[in-house]
């Protein structure tokens, strides 16, 4: 950690580089707004149809972002969370801490997320920009083994579902603390968990157009109805380093330091002039 945090300090300064770093402190989803997130509401993909994000599906407890997933395996019984950044980020290395959860005995297909992703304008949509971690505790999408993806899209048609990507698949269980990091660089991705590559990517599946920063916790087809039951996972952190390409390591030293200094929450990556619609 600290030869890391060594050769981070050590790194000269790059021009029109910027630096991005939330702590989730916010006292409240106002203060959160606030500072520059967006609070989805509403229905669209991903999701049921019928299901709706809603703003009550998030909170601040004790420095963690929570997302909430609360359903009875019908759509209209069915609350999901997302918050997304501004949509200003594209080269450099994105880092975030979560704590992913498995729940004993379901097998309630949810997907718990982190991902940076612009708008897909329309159906393949040459310039759609996304990079994503996606975990399934439960199994899913026609499956029924518990893994984590780590994806860089091409574009995609949302209804019928066609899509255009590269995945990477870690199989088993992930429950508790995770490392989630992800370099774009202007001709490949990599994808690490806890500071082992998953994947890299490259072609035309690399990211061309600036994107939010984005959590998410949604529901796919397959829940049995029955009674209610909801599902939690957190966030501690996220880091976005401009124009970097860090290692994970470099990432939590940085993130480590900045608590240290106090420092809940900096944003000096420029903005784009693009509106984050946090809609995907």
């Known amino acids: 950690m600290k030869a890391a945090l060594l050769a981070l300090l050590a790194m000269p300064a790059l021009a029109g580089t910027g630096e991005f770093f939330d ?5 409240d989803l106002d203060a959160l707004r606030a500072s520059g997130w967006v609070v989805r509401e509403g229905t669209g993909h991903p999701g ?3 299901a709706r994000f809603l703003a009550q599906q998030l909170s601040l407890e004790g420095g963690l972002l929570k997302l909430r997933l609360s359903t009875d395996g019908t759509p209209a019984n069915t609350a ?3 918050l997304c950044a501004a949509r200003k980020f594209l080269i450099g290395t994105t880092t975030a801490r979560v704590r992913l959860r498995d729940t004993a005995g379901s097998r309630d297909p949810i997907i718990q997320s982190f991902f940076l ?3 897909l304008k329309h159906d393949y949509d040459p310039d759609f920009s996304e990079v994503d971690f996606e975990y399934l505790p439960h199994g899913g999408w026609g499956e029924p083994e518990t893994r984590l993806y780590g994806v860089s899209w091409h574009t995609v048609r949302i209804e019928p579902w066609e899509s255009f990507n ?3 698949i870690l199989q088993g269980s992930f429950d508790g ?3 989630l990091t992800v370099q774009v660089e202007a001709t490949r991705t990599r994808h690490y968990v806890n500071g082992r590559l998953l994947g890299e990517h490259t072609g035309r599946n690399v990211p061309s157009q600036p994107m939010a920063i984005s959590f998410n916790h949604w529901l796919s087809a397959g829940a049995v109805e029955g009674g209610p039951r909801d599902y939690e996972f957190d ?3 996220v880091l976005h380093e401009a124009g970097r390409t860090l290692s994970p390591a470099a990432m939590q030293a940085r993130a480590t330091q900045l608590q240290h200094q106090g ?3 900096i944003d000096t990556v420029p903005d784009s002039g693009l509106t984050s619609e946090c809609n995907l």
């Open 117 to 119: 992703a612009g708008p």
């Open 80 to 82: 999901l969370a997302q």
């Open 23 to 27: 702590d989730f402190s916010q006292k």
């Open 177 to 179: 603390w995770q490392l």
């Open 235 to 237: 966030v501690d952190w």
């Open 263 to 265: 420092k809940a929450r």
């Open 166 to 168: 590269q995945a990477s």
């Open 48 to 50: 049921l149809p019928g």
